[in-house]
């Protein structure tokens, strides 16, 4: 009879914190299967847009045990991502197993049980040295799509932290999406600004995604952009005379919030944008007290520029939808051709796990990295923070964390 150390841990999730969890158990030689519900790793920065590049520095941003190539550049391509995540999941031999979602999870104790398909590969499309165990006695039962059921010592939950798009529930927007000659969109399906030429079009949303598609459409031909802004952001330079904001985020990721924001506070103008005088407000509250409440700061890549420019013009917050028009709230109606909504995603974890008991009143996971939620041993998370510090950077430190412990606790 096998016991539970010998079922593998299952990593739900092929992009990168998956993968780097993955190669991490596979250094400690704890096997990992990592389950993909598409057809190939990294499938979300397969979709995001074309101009995207990482915020965050390539020697800042490498997963344990392979470097980014230095001809990606310092702000590395969306493309060049992907390349970078396939070019790992092949260096460190990762097993992965594509065309499978897993539904649900549950925490099963140890006890004998006999039969059952253990073998996530069936029907799915699978890069494995060896076939994995069939069903037995186990601590994790997973439930997947072919009606699989699959045992694991442990699960590491890395299903990512843009997983469904979020669309507020607008009054009037089915009959605007309805309208001939307008157009609604959320965020994950804008690629490139070439339907938009010549467009008017209002980008919902001034977090990163909005700010850099605003950039985009004005950069690429739209004949009008606006962006509707619900609460000013901060909006930092991406570097400063060659010393990225990424290492600031890290040096003070561990102070005070108040130290932090008094500090930021003395430093304004030469670290943040003032837009004041475009239609775009200061913010309120300190930097690093949003930032502990989910508000990161706007990395500019073109939007100040932009609205300098006047290429880029902030309006109020979205209200509802009128026939063929917006109304805002500052009570002003306005008909783009196009909406485009960066308004952001949701985590979707409570159909797989809500069960458990191991989510807050977000939706989000109450523990990360090596801890566990109390009550419940084996399970794992990681991605599902927007650190300062850079999230390929937390994925990484977070990967080499859960592979020590995981093995640790099989060496017991």
């Known amino acids: 009879m096998t016991t539970p150390q010998t079922h593998p841990v299952y990593v739900i999730g092929g992009g990168p914190g998956g993968l780097a969890v993955a190669a991490t158990l596979r250094e400690q030689g704890v096997r990992a299967v990592v389950l993909e519900k598409s057809d190939a790793v990294g499938a979300s920065w397969r979709r995001h847009y074309d101009r995207l590049r990482l915020h965050t520095t390539r020697r800042l941003s490498a997963l344990p045990g392979l470097k980014i190539p230095r001809s990606f550049g310092r702000w590395v391509a ?137 950039a985009d459409l004005a950069e690429g031909g739209a004949a009008r952009v606006r962006l509707a802004v619900r609460t000013a952001p901060y909006i930092v330079r991406r570097s400063t005379a060659g010393w990225p904001s990424q290492r600031t985020g890290i040096l003070v990721r561990r102070l005070p919030a108040g130290l932090v924001d008094r500090a930021t506070g003395l430093l304004g103008r030469f670290i943040t944008a003032d837009l004041s005088a475009y239609g775009l407000p200061r913010p309120e509250g300190g930097l690093y007290s949003r930032v502990r409440q989910g508000a990161i700061p706007v990395q500019d890549v073109g939007l100040v520029a932009a609205v300098r420019a006047g290429k880029v013009e902030p309006v109020a917050a979205v209200t509802s939808f009128d026939g063929d028009g917006v109304v805002l709230a500052d009570g002003s109606r306005i008909t783009p051709d196009a909406v485009v909504a960066a308004t952001g995603y949701e985590r979707a974890l409570e159909p797989l796990l809500g069960h458990l008991g191991v989510l807050d009143e977000r939706g989000r996971p109450v523990a990360r990295g090596a801890r566990c939620p109390d009550g419940v041993p084996g399970l794992y998370f990681t991605g599902f923070t927007n650190p300062i510090s850079g999230m390929f950077r937390e994925m990484a430190l977070d990967a080499e964390r859960i592979a020590r412990r995981i093995a640790r606790q099989r060496a017991r």
């Open 78 to 214: 969306r493309a060049d991502v992907v390349r970078y995540l396939e070019k790992y999941a092949e260096v460190h031999d990762l097993e992965i197993v594509t065309g499978v979602e897993v539904t649900r999870i549950e925490r099963e104790e140890a006890r004998a049980r006999a039969g059952g398909d253990g073998d996530p590969g069936a029907g799915g499309r699978k890069r494995s040295r060896k076939r994995p165990d069939a069903d037995a006695d186990g601590h994790w039962v997973l439930h997947a799509t072919g009606g699989r059921r699959l045992v694991g010592s442990a699960v590491v939950v890395a299903t990512g932290y843009n997983h469904t798009p979020r669309v507020p529930d607008w009054p009037g927007l089915d009959a605007y999406a309805g309208t001939p000659g307008r157009e609604f969109v959320h965020a994950s399906a804008y690629r490139d600004p070439r339907p938009y030429e010549g467009r008017d079009v209002l980008v919902v949303g001034v977090g990163n995604t909005g700010a850099e598609i605003a």
